[in-house]
């Protein structure tokens, strides 16, 4: 099936918008009675902007009428605006201290993705929200912070297309170099999801060549374009579902496998802070000094990576073929050690 990739045009609401409802709502509750001129004035002088036409106000009061229910009328003999309802409160005008310090911290835990398109569009948000309610931000937020992680700088035009492939449910295309293989390919792709790990931006999907369900980051893609071809998005199409209750990330295979694993040293009390998958078992073995964690995930290669950094704490005991692929890394990993001098 295939339709048309079009916008309607329609009149929403944006910050700016927002932002001078604000500023026309405050000067009303605090009973200045402000006319149009006035209120055109009081916007330049709050924003800095040299102009604002009259047109444009007259359409912030009736939206404020029609979308807030606001009770505005106009005082003749006062010359000015007024609400008939003097407890009226414009909504996004009415957010407490502890709201703003929430929404505040919520930008300081999206600092891992600083760089990217989403971080700088849920940002000027989070800034706009809490700047127009004339509350001092609290100084515990520099008492919360993310520590320094690597950044990736994700194309924001490549960004913009994936979220309008997403919205339309449209097929999308693109040339991609993978991962493990440097050979650049030709995908077609329905897309699921984003999936967002640690800064990376991955959209998951069904890849029509390959007919199976691959994930890509957007950063190795290239000529990306959003067809006019429409797919039917699947009831199940969550990644979580795809992660054989696994919580390891941004990877999958397509057969769950079962893992046991030891852990010895201080990776004791490590494997036993995190639920690591919605079924693991965790049992000491105090004569023997060790813990052993029992679970499944469809995501092998990240509890691979998940083992190695554990070092010497950390033994895999079956599956039989993981335990063999784990015993060659470390061999190879020891071969690179021999030849430094």
Same mark, same amino acid.
């Given at each position: ?45 709050? *924003? ?22 606001? $009770? ?16 009226? /409160? ?23 993705? /600083?760089?990217? $398109? ?28 993310? $520590? ?7 194309? /924001?035009?490549?960004?913009? &297309?994936?979220?309008?492939? #997403? ?9 991609? *170099? ?29 890849? #029509?060549? &390959?007919?199976? +369900? ?58 036993? /802070? ?13 004569? +023997? ?29 079956? $599956? ?22």
């Amino acid at each position: 099936m295939k339709q048309e990739n079009s916008k309607k045009q329609t009149r929403q609401l944006n910050k700016k918008m927002l932002e001078r409802m604000i500023i026309i709502h405050n000067a009303i509750k605090s009973g200045l009675y402000p006319d149009n001129f006035r209120l055109q004035r009081l916007y330049c002088e709050q *924003t800095g902007y040299s102009k604002v036409g009259e047109a444009t106000i007259n359409r912030d009061i009736d939206m404020l009428r029609t979308y807030f229910h606001a $009770p505005l009328e106009f005082d003749r003999l006062k010359g000015g605006y007024y609400y008939t309802d003097e407890k009226f /409160e414009f909504a996004l005008n009415n957010i407490s201290s502890e709201d703003v310090f929430y929404l505040s911290a919520a930008k300081t835990l999206l600092s891992s993705f /600083e760089g990217s $398109p989403i971080y700088k569009s849920i940002s000027d948000v989070i800034d706009f929200v809490t700047d127009t309610q004339g509350i001092g931000k609290s100084s515990l937020l520099k008492r919360i912070a993310v $520590p320094p992680v690597p950044k990736m700088h994700t194309n /924001e035009d490549i960004w913009k &297309k994936v979220l309008s492939s #997403l919205q339309g449910n449209y097929i999308v295309e693109f040339d991609y *170099t993978g991962r493990w293989n440097s050979e650049k390919t030709n995908r077609s792709i329905a897309p699921y999801q984003l999936l967002l790990e640690d800064g990376f931006c991955f959209l998951f999907g069904y890849d #029509l060549n &390959k007919e199976a +369900e691959r994930m890509f980051l957007l950063n190795r893609m290239e000529n990306f374009t959003v067809t006019d071809e429409h797919f039917d998005l699947p009831e199940d199409f969550e990644f979580h579902s795809r992660s054989g209750g696994g919580k390891f990330g941004a990877f999958m295979t397509e057969d769950s496998v079962d893992f046991v694993i030891d852990f010895f040293g201080n990776g004791r009390a490590y494997v036993k /802070e995190c639920v690591w998958a919605d079924n693991q078992k965790l049992t000491d073995f105090e004569n +023997e000094h060790k813990t052993r964690i029992e679970f499944s995930t469809t995501q092998c290669l990240k509890v691979k990576e998940w083992v190695l950094s554990q070092g010497a704490n950390a033994v895999p005991q079956s $599956p039989k073929w993981f335990v063999e692929d784990w015993k060659k890394t470390i061999l190879e990993m020891s071969e690179q050690a021999q030849k430094i001098q």
